[in-house]
Nanobody, 124 residues
Framework: QVQLVESGGGLVQAGDSLSVSCTVSGHTVSTLGMGWFRQAPGKEREIAAAIDARGIMTFYRGAVKDRFTISRDSAKNTLTLQMNGLKSEDTAVYIC?????????????????WGRGIQVTVSS
């Protein structure tokens, strides 16, 4: 059973940087397609970024492209989302997800395991 635990969220000001991490247990990140989703109050969950099992292919939704970077550390078995130039519209619960398929996944239905999420709040 794969378990995902997020850490590193918090409250920052617009323009600041912040990273959120996901510690994976029960499986190695190098065999999992992984992603970061986010859900703002009153809105549907959406993909923010995704990475394939090899760590070569990545996907970013348009609103975060060129500001966010997804990466994984096989030695630590973690997934990280580095967020720069944060905006108030980035405020959301950020949720780590994993899929047993090795390729990129951009849809909720493609993921098998989910973390509980962590709050990121950006004040303007």
């Amino acid at each position: 059973q794969v378990q995902l635990v997020e850490s590193g969220g918090g409250l920052v000001q617009a323009g600041d940087s912040l990273s959120v991490s996901c510690t994976v247990s029960g499986h190695t990140v190098s065999t999992l397609g992984m992603g970061w989703f986010r859900q703002a109050p009153g809105k549907e969950r959406e993909i923010a970024a995704a990475i394939d099992a090899r760590g070569i292919m990545t996907f970013y939704r348009g609103a975060v492209k060129d500001r966010f970077t997804i990466s994984r550390d096989s030695a630590k078995n973690t997934l990280t989302l580095q967020m720069n130039g944060l905006k108030s519209e980035d405020t959301a619960v950020y949720i780590c997800a994993a899929r047993t398929e090795s390729g990129l996944g951009t849809a909720i239905r493609q993921y098998d395991y989910w973390g509980r999420g962590i709050q990121v709040t950006v004040s303007s």
